[in-house]
């Protein structure tokens, strides 16, 4: 019961107020971003929503771990287009990843979206993820958060900011954790000692402590 009663006062908070983020917002180091992001709400236009937990940084041409360490491909040419595009890519041949585009143009730096805590439109994100048996593991993920919201490779290149795709990033008044936790990235080879991830201390949708 408290638990819904929290989730309740949350979605409140983000129908009070939905302040998109502005291109200036990602025109940034993604490692100022990632962290910036945490708490914001990703919302879409047929109501889901969730609270962003987690994030990762990826750093272009210095980062051995980026798609766009060796410069632009066809596969990953968003990430070089004007920030606050999303950039999707597939992995694994079966699962979307998505990733806030951050810095200038040209330089190929993004952020990876890991985890969000459910805010609204839960029973659309159960219909996405009919074999999840825990809303905790509706968005507890960055594979898992494309599917419970809808992203997939339609959604590669869209504007976060015009929201004329259908998806944006808000700003609801909760600030960024005093002291979020920073840790090494996941599902990585290369730049591993880089402790460019972060997450909500305590938060039970991170994916991984």
Known sequence: MIELQFRALLEIRVSRRRVVLKRTFYRRDPRVVAVDLLNKVLVNADGRSGRIVETEAYCGAFDEAAHSWRGMTPRNAVMFDQPGLLY??????????CNPVCGEPGEGVAVLLRALAPLTGLDAMRAARPACRSDRDLCRGPARLCQAMGIGKLQNGIDLISGNGGYSIIDD?????????AAARVGITRAVEQLWRWY??????????
């Open 88 to 97: 999707v890519y597939f992995t694994y041949g079966m699962h979307w990843c």
């Open 200 to 209: 909500v201390p305590g938060d039970p949708y991170v994916s991984r402590r």
């Open 173 to 181: 008044g909760m600030s960024p954790p005093a002291e979020p936790v």
